[in-house]
């Protein structure tokens, strides 16, 4: 079982930074892609940002030059530097990585983290 802790949400006025973190624990052999992705009352669950094991990043057009994700692997963390907040980026985010085991690519989330902006 894989478990995956999140933290750093909370209530920001706009203009602001959070930082999130999520870390992973338990049975991970080789962990892929992590990403991060909100959802915001009343719509869909949207990807944010991921990073690949090899760093290569894909980030949402609305947080490019805002937000900035990154790894740790040694530790299986994956943090969301957020900054510039803005109401609109207000939502429970949620931690999502994807477990190489054997052929299969296993998916896990978080249970998520509310950011709430504040205008």
């Known amino acids: 079982q894989v478990q995956l802790v999140e933290s750093g949400g909370g209530l920001v006025q706009a203009g602001g930074s959070l930082r999130l973190s999520c870390a992973a624990s338990?049975?991970?052999?080789?962990?892929?892609?992590m990403g991060w992705y909100r959802q915001a009352p009343g719509k869909q669950r949207e990807l944010v940002a991921a990073i690949t094991n090899s760093g290569s990043t894909n980030y949402a057009d609305s947080v490019k030059g805002r937000f900035t994700i990154s790894r740790d692997n040694a530790e299986n963390t994956v943090y969301l530097q957020m900054n510039s907040l803005k109401p609109e980026d207000a939502a429970v985010y949620y931690c999502?990585?994807?477990?190489?085991?054997?052929?299969?690519?296993?998916?896990?989330w978080g249970k998520g983290t509310l950011v709430t902006v504040s205008s």
């Open positions: 338990g049975s991970i052999f080789s962990i892929n892609a």
């Open positions: 999502n990585i994807h477990v190489i085991k054997g052929i299969s690519v296993l998916d896990y």
